[in-house]
């Protein structure tokens, strides 16, 4: 496993949006919180997962790639040992005396997030004075780009600095994986805060979920654009389906680890054993567990097309993931396989699939970057005369981890 490097204070790669969003967001701080100091603001990215649809929980493997734009964290300390939590993107604002931040209960609000970050870090005795913080950001929300994990990772990294926590990156996943399982009550996986606190401009990341170790892979930048095509059904991680699907895995895994010596997670199972005792699983769960040993095979597939410069057969990997996660694991919509298929459609195009946990979300599209152009055209004109209204759509460039910003 290669040991990460720490996250870098000043901007090793401006995000995209930056030059905007920036004096806004330092605007809007001051003004939130009658302030004439300026804050200090943080930046984490958000992520698209090319392949490993749901593998992350089930201990199998993903390759994410962080892109460049993501969530943005203004701060400043307070004298009365007070955190106030606001956003320029949700409503609602959170204040706890930290001296009682133990005694904290979530509420269901967006702000649940940042506090349980807030919560695992005092948990470690620092010296928790009180802080003014302003979320914002340029990452559609509950789109399938992992904004809960890019709001946790970098709101770590900024209590860290603001608090003198320090952290490793791997550390860093930890609190933001117990924000979110622990406090707000999602059963995710590994893969969300990884990708985005390992992250690193030109690469995706391989991360085996089973025993955590990972690699940085390269991306030419010369033959491959992304493209995320968002259609506007918001999911908020439709909390209950998703944990619905884990536990199926869970159950599917139980009944089956029995035919598999050594078995730890439902990734171990091989096809054969479930072709030969799907039969003893409900129908339901024996199709989530298809998908997920069938995408196992596909994401160790994709990685040997990547490191072979097959990128036609990279993206029919990503079009059979939709189609399994579509029938087998039915977490896609009509608005996702529309845009899933316009896109393979067209010229320059290797592939494309719903990304993230489903639901709604977004359609992420690996494409040569001579159809970038055509893209959004094709996608909007499609997409309005079966929907109605036109879906928003991004090519994103790779970025570098959670840092801090210089203003």
């Not at 702000?111 to 620092?126: E, H, K, M, Q, T």
């Not at 302003?134 to 770590?156: D, K, R």
């Not at 992250?199 to 930048?221: I, T």
């Not at 597939?301 to 029938?327: C, I, K, P, Q």
Request: proline letters at 5%.
């Amino acid at each position: 496993m290669i040991e990460p490097t720490p996250a870098r204070m000043a901007a090793v790669s401006a995000p995209s949006g930056a030059s905007e969003l920036l004096p806004e967001l330092v605007r809007a701080w001051q003004q939130r919180f009658g302030r004439r100091d300026a804050p200090r603001v943080f930046f984490a990215p958000g992520r698209v997962n090319l392949m490993g649809a749901h593998l992350d929980y089930n201990g199998g493997p993903v390759m994410p790639v962080a892109v460049d734009r993501g969530t943005f964290v203004a701060l400043g300390p307070r004298g009365d040992g007070r955190l106030r939590l606001a956003s320029r993107i949700e409503p609602g604002e959170c204040e706890i005396d930290l001296a009682l931040a133990a005694h904290s209960a979530r509420s269901g609000a967006w702000f649940d997030y940042p506090l349980g970050v807030a919560l695992a870090l005092c948990a470690r005795r620092p010296r928790a004075v009180g802080l003014d913080v302003l979320f914002g950001g340029n990452l559609p929300i509950g789109g399938g780009l992992s904004s809960s994990a890019s709001i946790c990772v970098g709101t770590s990294l900024a209590f860290e600095r603001a608090w003198g926590i320090e952290l490793s990156s791997l550390e860093r996943i930890e609190v933001a994986l117990w924000a979110e399982r622990e406090f707000v009550g999602v059963k995710c996986g590994i893969m969300d805060p990884t990708s985005i606190a390992l992250a690193r401009r030109g690469r995706l990341l391989w991360l085996d979920c089973r025993d955590r170790s990972f690699e940085h892979v390269a991306l030419d930048d010369a033959r491959i654009a992304i493209g995320v095509a968002d259609s506007g059904v918001r999911r908020e991680l439709a909390r209950g389906d998703f944990n619905l699907r884990v536990e199926q895995c869970r159950a599917a895994f139980e009944q089956l680890r029995r035919y598999v010596p050594g078995a730890t997670c439902l990734r171990d199972v091989p096809a054969g054993v479930l072709a030969s005792h799907a039969a003893e699983l409900e129908p339901v769960v024996a199709r989530r567990a298809l998908h997920v040993v069938s995408e196992v095979e596909r994401t160790f597939a994709a990685r040997d097309a990547l490191a072979r410069g097959e990128l036609a057969a990279f993206g029919e990997l990503m079009v059979r993931t939709h189609a399994s996660l579509r029938d087998a694991y039915e977490v896609s919509l009509p608005e996702l396989d529309c845009l899933s298929e316009t896109a393979c459609a067209l010229d320059g195009v290797y592939g494309a699939r719903l990304t993230g946990a489903g639901f709604g979300g977004c359609v992420v599209v690996l494409l040569h970057p001579r159809a970038s152009a055509a893209l959004a055209p094709a996608l909007e004109a499609e997409f309005a005369r079966r929907f109605g209204r036109v879906p928003r759509v991004t090519i994103y460039a790779s970025s570098d981890g959670p840092r801090e910003l210089e203003l």
